[in-house]
T-cell receptor, first 110, second 112 residues
């Protein structure tokens, strides 16, 4: 069954510290993986997707098929990074629907 | 670009009544829209996929007769919660797909 696991409900770090938000998935085929972010009182928005291999707002994520992981990383956290982060997968080929993980709240303290 | 709106943003209704929530793509056309449900401090749960001009596809466990979805045009999908009960109280979010999913701001439904 398709499943996305985000083991941490809350991650609290100090400004300037490195951040890693964990995401593991289970899927039988070749999924597309995404990270979405939801800032306070704002709608959900796409942060990055594995096929684009971009760095957005200093965040990167590498798909590790062997470990079925797609962890989100940033070397130096900023206070404005505080938000809810959701990892999601899509099978891409036959549908565009997304399966979301439970989310991790990132709190960056000054 | 790529803005999705929802109306209303919040609604309170009495148990047993029906409520309609609209999802509009404002500056693009979307043949596919999605409806999600989000409980407090929980993740988004996909309810159904709404396809323009055809019947919606519901996820397992979602009652299609209770959550009626109509995708009448390329810019509008509606979700009607029929005979609402307090347990239907939740945050309903839609998204519209064009190269990626763009999310609406959500509708908070409270059934009293």
């Amino acid at each position: 069954a398709q499943r996305v696991t985000q083991p941490e409900k809350l991650l609290s770090v100090f400004k300037g510290a490195p951040v890693e938000l964990k995401c593991n998935y289970s899927y039988s085929g070749s999924p597309e993986l995404f990270w979405y972010v939801q800032y306070s009182r704002q709608r959900l928005q796409l942060l990055l997707r594995h096929i684009s291999r971009e760095s957005i707002k200093g965040f990167t994520a590498d798909l590790n098929k062997g470990e079925t992981s797609f962890h989100l990383k940033k070397p130096f956290a900023q206070e404005e990074d505080s938000a809810m982060y959701y990892c999601a997968l899509s099978d891409g080929a036959s549908s565009y629907k997304l399966i979301f993980g439970s989310g991790t709240r990132l709190l960056v303290r000054p | 670009g790529a803005v999705v709106s929802q109306h209303p943003s919040w609604v309170i209704c009495k148990s047993g009544t029906s409520v309609k929530i609209e999802c509009r793509s404002l500056d693009f056309q979307a043949t596919t829209m999605f409806w999600y449900r989000q409980f407090p401090k929980q993740s988004l749960m996909l309810m159904a996929t709404s396809n323009e001009g055809s019947k919606a596809t519901y996820e397992q466990g979602v009652e299609k007769d209770k959550f009626l979805i109509n995708h009448a045009s390329l810019t509008l999908s509606t979700l009607t919660v029929t005979s609402a009960h307090p347990e239907d109280s939740s945050f309903y979010i839609c998204s519209a797909y064009t190269y990626e999913q763009y999310f609406g701001p959500g509708t908070r439904l409270t059934v009293t």
